[in-house]
């Protein structure tokens, strides 16, 4: 019985000294014990998880070790970053595994237990530790270019601890030893400005290799080194000679080491894999197999011996994002004869990848797969917006016993696949798509009351995982599938909401900076289209995709980095700009806008283009500045200051009319403009306006390319037209983000009309059914209809806001995001008497939370009064809102619905004199008269019409548009006029 009491008050002494907080999820360089990291100061983050409220981390310790020997004990650090905090510890060696771990303090100072122990391993650290040479082929290739075969025998009479291989190719390269598989990554080492920028690869091989005699064998593939790439059909863009570097690192149980290195000692052959292009496909003859050629004994007698090339290693860094990965797998759908007589399957998802098939047959036998997104009006496989892409893979049996295929170094886009040449009966279960895309952890979940939303939000998704393989392309089908920047930029805020692309864009952006030239930025990355010219909206990657990693994660080091690129790219335009003017130069403009056949005068969407190209040259001077502030640049903070000045000056001067009109009447040119602060306040409600003026002109159909459309909504929302940007969201003919939906889409199509209402085919030469740019809808899905935005003093969701706007007919939407604190959530449902909020928010972080309601009164909170809830911090009224201050922690509101609007308003809460500070007018006056609003301004007046659903917000009959401030008790104490493209605000008296 005493041993009990003395056990429970040891138990009871422990929950006393550990805070009620654990720390998990323990990230080395943004991924869960990675191996190969290329830096001696690598980056810690973790997260806290506790069920409390308010819980903030105050202090942190953490270890690093390698065996017993402690490399760095940080000791007690009063801070609460737990996201990104350097190492700081003795100097890290090459390929050799740490492990770390971390406790933390809360903000009552109770420490929590150490974390589990995590692990990293360094790659080559230093160049000069490369020992291996590159090896090419021995042999004379033949016009087709078959994938070389090379192998290396060795023996290992020792007891093996670890082994570490390091490889590399020009090409693509698979490796294995001993008969397995080295890794599961694929396409390997990806795609870099190779010049520059050679990726390997780092693997633990320790449970491949035996004692005594083993075996390693690599093939490669053309790639996108020497490969057809580009719509040009360029080859050997970066070398014509195939090449292969490869370094093992045995060490065993005595501390000593061994080196199994590519040299003159290995062999080489042509394999099965007789011709293989990205584009193209790839042909694998059975026949043609060596037979245990990585296993240890085999026959390499009529071998030829490798070359030796003297190919640079200066270019060679670690990998640095995630590798390309085998992810979702599909089962045919549906086997069926075309009205041409063709044989073909439907997976039921236009995917990126590649199909495994399982055949029996005899000895050359052929089997012929083709692949399309897209079936023509009558069921016909359709080909032609492959352009010159052939997408065949072709299989040719050895004969014998059933045999299985699959490609190794190409990919197509494909929902479709026509079968010719297959020996017996078409069975499902002899044929598996495979999903191929860079392993990015999924981060976002998004879901809504509208099963159309919802398959938009899955076609977003399936566009994204379709073509981030390794870089961000256009499209994965026809002969381009390059890294377009901008189509990259448009789409990398909603990228950051679906996965985690921290490191995907971190590695890509150090391409588009190794590729500019004299700052100017390619329209491709890594660029094999050859000169740079910087076109806006497509350069300005170089300054919006660091911006928008920064406020997603928080990650100051990519500005860090990116810092020079930016500049660069800034300095280019200004170095062309004349009176402060970019308006010089070729420009894609608002690619693949929208024009209806009738539209004969192109009001709709003929947008100047160096109109655009000022204000991309306004945005990208802004994000300078913004990253400026961030590294406390103050300097050259100050001096682009002045720059953006003039820049919007003479946007103003060239684009603005005197009447306040742009000279290019466009949604684009309006949703640019407004997005960035191009006009004077006083013109931008009225531009407002003008926007939402046209958006209803074509039946609340939007007219925006690829540059116009991912601000669309944004400044609709900003402006007060929330209403109109439902619709444009809801709208389902064309164009619209529906109207594929509609037609089956399971992607983002390339244009709004890819098929026509008639289900013909816009032009085959551009017409991509899976291309993301359009998806970008995606972000205001995340930040405005759900509210989930983070604030960029607290960048990463440090400090986030929740600030949903409700409408568009929909009950019910709500959407979390994976964040580098935990999982935040937001979701809200519309009751008939009430609106209901689910948040959560991670530990140490805060929030500042949007909740759609009258007064602070008509909230609960977990069932109580929000006014009594001690954890939460009401800030004040704000619109529409209430805003409350909170930490961590699950929240549940309840916010009772406003009484039904009447055809009469409360008119002495407006009702009196209001001064104005400044302008052409001193003040403005509101009287009543049998329920109505009149506003009186110089002798003038006119009566006002309340705007339904806006509280406090009136329009006039000669287009002015009013609007009252309340302060936080509810009170009308302010009145904003725009009226004659000018604004005036007036304090009440």
């Known amino acids: 019985m005493k041993k009990n009491l003395v056990f429970i008050v040891c138990l009871l002494l422990v929950q006393v000294v550990f805070a009620q907080v654990s720390v998990s999820n323990l990230l080395c360089n943004n991924l869960q014990n990675p191996i190969g990291i290329g830096t001696a100061k690598p980056r810690f983050s973790w997260q806290l998880n506790s069920t409390q409220r308010n819980v903030k981390q105050s202090a942190y310790e953490i270890k690093v070790s390698s065996g017993k020997e402690t490399l760095w004990s940080s000791e007690k650090i009063n801070s609460d970053k737990s996201v990104m905090v350097d190492y700081a510890g003795k100097s890290l060696q090459s390929g050799k595994k740490y492990n770390w771990q971390v406790r933390v303090w809360d903000n009552n100072g109770k420490v929590s237990a150490w974390s589990s122990l995590a692990s990293f391993q360094t790659a080559l650290l230093d160049k000069s530790e490369w020992k291996a040479k590159w090896i090419t082929p021995g042999y004379e290739e033949d016009a087709l270019r078959a994938s ?30 001993n008969g397995q598989r080295v890794g599961d990554a694929y396409l390997t080492p990806g795609w ?23 075996a390693v064998g690599v093939t490669l593939g053309s790639g996108w080194y020497r490969g057809i790439i580009g719509f040009t059909n360029s080859v050997n863009v970066y070398g014509k000679d195939i090449a292969l570097l490869f370094q093992l690192v045995i060490t065993y149980s005595d501390g000593s080491t061994e080196s199994v290195v590519s040299d003159e000692s290995w062999k080489s052959s042509a394999g099965s894999i007789v011709y293989s292009e990205i584009y193209n496909g790839e042909t694998i003859d059975a026949r043609k197999e060596k037979k245990g050629w990585t296993l240890p004994g085999y026959n390499d007698a009529a071998w030829t011996p490798v070359k030796v ?62 692949h399309a997104e897209v079936l023509d009006k009558y069921g016909n496989f359709y080909t032609d917006n492959l352009r010159a892409a052939k997408a065949q893979d072709t299989y040719i049996l050895k004969g014998g016993e059933e045999e ?98 921290h490191s995907f864009f971190s590695k890509w952006l150090k391409d588009v900076e190794a590729d500019q030239q004299k700052g100017v930025v390619p329209f491709v990355i890594p660029n094999v289209l050859g000169a740079a010219i910087s076109s806006a909206g497509w350069a300005d990657v170089a300054t919006i995709i660091p911006w928008n990693m920064y406020l997603a994660y928080g990650d100051k080091q990519i500005l860090e980095n990116q810092y020079n690129s930016m500049k660069a790219y800034v300095e280019s335009i200004r170095a062309i700009a004349k009176d402060n003017l970019w308006n010089s130069g070729f420009h894609f403009g608002d690619w693949l806008f929208y024009r209806p056949e009738d539209d004969n005068d192109g009001r709709a969407a003929v947008t100047d283009k160096y109109l655009i190209a000022q204000c991309f040259y306004a945005n990208s001077t802004q994000l300078l500045i913004n990253a400026a502030n961030v590294l406390g640049k103050t300097d050259e903070v100050n001096n682009y200051t002045a720059l953006l000045s003039k820049i919007k000056e003479a946007f103003n001067k060239e684009y603005v009319t005197d009447n306040g009109r742009l000279v290019s009447s466009t949604q684009t040119a309006y949703v640019l403009a407004l997005n960035f602060d191009m006009l004077p306040e006083a013109l931008r409600e009225q531009a407002a306006k003008r926007l939402a003026e046209n958006v209803k002109s074509y039946g609340n159909h939007l007219t925006t390319g690829f540059l116009g459309t991912p601000y669309l909504c944004h400044v609709l929302t900003r402006y007060g037209y929330t209403d109109v940007a439902y619709k444009l969201l809801l709208q389902e003919t064309y164009p619209s983000w529906l109207y594929p939906v509609k037609m089956g889409a399971t992607t983002i199509w390339e244009r709004w009309d890819g098929q026509k209402p008639d289900s013909t085919f816009q032009t085959p030469g551009m017409n991509s059914f899976n291309h993301y740019s359009y998806g970008a809808i995606g972000d ?7 509210g989930l935005d ?71 909170e977990g069932g109580k009064p929000l006014t009594s809830d ?75 019409d309340p705007v339904k659903g806006v509280k406090d917000q009136f329009n006039g009959a000669d287009g002015s548009v009013v609007n009252f401030i309340r302060d936080s008790n509810g009170k009308v104490i302010k009145i904003k006029l725009s009226a004659l493209g000018m604004l005036f605000e007036g304090t009440k008296q």
């Open 148 to 177: 070389p075969l090379f192998r290396k025998e060795f023996s290992s009479t020792k007891k093996i601890v670890n082994a570490t291989a390091y490889i590399t190719a020009h090409g693509l390269y698979e490796a294995q030893i």
């Open 192 to 214: 870099t400005a190779y010049k520059k920028r050679l990726q390997f690869q780092t693997y633990d091989v320790t449970s491949l290799l035996k004692n005594g005699s083993n």
């Open 309 to 370: 090339a003297d190919f640079s290693k200066d270019v060679l860094i670690a990998a640095e994002n995630e590798p390309v990965k085998k992810h979702e797998t599909f089962k045919p759908i549906k086997i069926f004869t075309t009205p041409k007589g063709e044989k073909v399957i439907d997976f039921g998802q236009n995917l990126v990848g590649w199909v495994m098939l399982k055949a029996k047959g005899n000895a050359g036998d052929k089997i012929v797969l083709s």
């Open 404 to 501: 299985s295929f699959e490609p190794h170094f190409t990919w197509q886009g494909f929902r479709y696949i026509r079968i010719e040449g297959y020996p017996g009966e078409i069975k499902p279960e002899n044929f598996t798509a495979v999903a191929l895309y860079s392993d990015m952890q999924p981060t976002g979940t998004f879901t809504s009351s509208n099963p159309l939303i919802n398959q938009l939000q899955h076609n977003i998704q399936w566009g994204q995982k379709g073509n981030f393989l390794d870089v961000p392309t256009d499209c994965p089908q026809r002969d381009e599938r390059l890294g377009w920047t901008g189509d990259a930029q448009v789409f990398s805020r909603t990228a950051s909401f679906n996965m985690n692309v």
């Open 780 to 786: 205001w899905m995340y930040r405005k209809m759900v």
């Open 790 to 860: 983070t604030y960029e003093d607290g960048a990463g969701y440090k400090h986030i806001k929740v600030k949903p706007y409700i409408g568009g007919g929909f009950s019910s939407a709500s959407a979390s995001l994976q964040t580098y604190y935990g999982k935040l959530s937001s979701g809200w449902k519309v009751n008939a008497n009430d609106i209901t909020m689910d948040i959560e928010i991670p530990a140490n972080t805060t929030a500042t939370i949007y909740i759609p309601a009258e007064s602070a009164e008509a909230i609960t």
């Open 870 to 944: 001690a954890d939460i911090k009401i800030v004040g009224k704000e619109e529409n809102y209430v805003v409350v201050n909170v930490g961590s922690g699950v929240y549940h509101f309840v916010a009772a619905k406003p009484k039904a609007e009447t055809a009469s308003i409360n008119t002495g809460e407006y009702v009196g004199e209001y001064k104005v500070a400044e302008g052409m007018i001193s003040k403005i006056e509101v009287k009543a008269k049998e329920g109505k609003l009149i506003l009186l301004v110089y002798n003038n007046s006119g009566e006002l």
